[in-house]
Nanobody, 120 residues
Framework: EVQLVESGGGLVQAGGSLRLSCAASGFSFDDYAIGWFRQVPGKEREGLTCTGSDGQTFYADSVKGRFTVSSDNAKNTVYLQMNTLKHEDTAVYYC??????????????WGKGTPVTVSS
């Protein structure tokens, strides 16, 4: 059974940092692309990053230079290091996996999300 479990969300002041984790089970990173997304209630889900099975990561302009993806294959865990957080980064953050390419509507598996609140 494929599972993705996010953790690490919480409350942080603007300018601060958080590191989110996405623990995966039931599949290998070698076969899937992993994406990080976020969603604010009432708004569309926003794609933030996509790491292909080759390890290359794409970053959305909204987070480029502030967010960094890393992974620990031994732990089957992907991390999202978020620095210089802004109030507008407040959202529920999700990781997801796909055998194809990362799109908000095309991921095969989703975690349940972890909330991030950035106080201004």
């Amino acid at each position: 059974e494929v599972q993705l479990v996010e953790s690490g969300g919480g409350l942080v002041q603007a300018g601060g940092s958080l590191r989110l984790s996405c623990a995966a089970s039931g599949f290998s990173f070698d076969d899937y692309a992993i994406g990080w997304f976020r969603q604010v209630p009432g708004k569309e889900r926003e794609g933030l990053t996509c790491t292909g099975s080759d390890g290359q990561t794409f970053y959305a302009d909204s987070v480029k230079g502030r967010f960094t993806v890393s992974s620990d294959n031994a732990k089957n865990t992907v991390y999202l290091q978020m620095n210089t957080l802004k109030h507008e980064d407040t959202a529920v953050y999700y990781c997801a996996a796909t055998e194809a390419i990362c799109t908000a509507d095309g991921m095969d598996y989703w975690g349940k999300g972890t909330p991030v609140t950035v106080s201004s």
